[in-house]
């Protein structure tokens, strides 16, 4: 027990090196600047036919659950104004985050824990060049940028296909489009540009600590990247559940 409590410390503590690395590390523009761009390819557009589907299939179903849900005399227009709360507020920043943990979380890692284990960053600090500064804080840069911008276009794929859905089931665009503008604040969209910034940091940074810190050999590299994908999920999920108690009351 006393070495369980010890271990989690001693994580935290890790962390918080690593967190002081990045901070020292963001002082060299010219070592991850060149590097930025690339990782916003990676993250963002190779990711967008995947970030894609799941919004699809997302806004369909709960266009077309709200519809069967509605007692007798409810409004239509009801539909729209639950599919846009549902993807705007919760689904879309949080599926989003969890599929690019999948997708962009555990390649971080993976390269990361490669160079680790053929001693390729250890080149790199012999060659007089910061590790982090090279390889983590560009790829926390695209992710904190990226995250948002891919979740901007996952809500607005799954309102369309909400709203696709619905025409199948009664409920006319004209009808989707009046509940999409009940009660909307612009502070809903601020709201989940926020958890997205927030998720696309922790996926940066979870992952990449897994995999700066792998253990050597193939095995070591598999279990980071299980652990960051883990980790990842996890953290997002207590984000996502901190930022609803914290700014929920704001959104009436």
Do not use: W
Request: contains cysteine; aromatic residues 8%.
């Amino acid at each position: 027990m006393i070495e369980a409590v010890a271990n989690v410390f001693a994580g935290i503590g890790e962390r918080g090196y690593f967190v002081r690395d990045i901070g020292r590390a963001t002082m060299s523009p010219r070592t991850y600047g060149p590097e930025i761009v690339a990782h916003m390819r990676r993250m963002g557009v190779d990711s967008v036919p995947l970030v894609a589907a799941v919004a699809a299939f997302i806004g369909a179903v709960t266009a077309v659950q709200s519809r069967f849900q509605l007692l007798p005399g409810v409004e239509l227009s009801v539909v729209g104004l639950i599919t846009r709360q549902s993807i705007i507020l919760e689904l879309g920043p949080l599926l989003t985050g969890l599929v690019l943990t999948g997708r962009v979380g555990a390649r971080i890692t993976a390269e990361l824990g490669t160079m680790r284990v053929t001693e390729q960053i250890d080149a790199l600090e012999t060659l007089a060049y910061d590790p982090v500064a090279f390889l983590v804080v560009p790829r926390l840069i695209a992710a904190i940028l990226m995250v948002p911008l891919l979740t901007i276009f996952a809500d607005s794929i799954a309102i369309m296909a909400g709203m696709m859905a619905a025409s199948t089931v009664g409920v006319d665009n004209s009808t989707f489009a009046e509940g999409l503008r009940l009660s909307f604040a612009p502070f809903q969209i601020f709201y989940s540009l926020l958890k997205a910034t927030l998720f696309g940091t922790a996926i940066a940074f979870f992952c990449a600590f897994e995999g700066f810190f792998a253990e050597s050999g193939a095995e070591g590299v598999g279990r980071s990247t299980a652990s960051a994908v883990v980790v990842t999920s996890v953290a997002i999920l207590m984000l996502d559940a901190l930022t609803a108690i914290v700014l929920a009351r704001y959104l009436i």
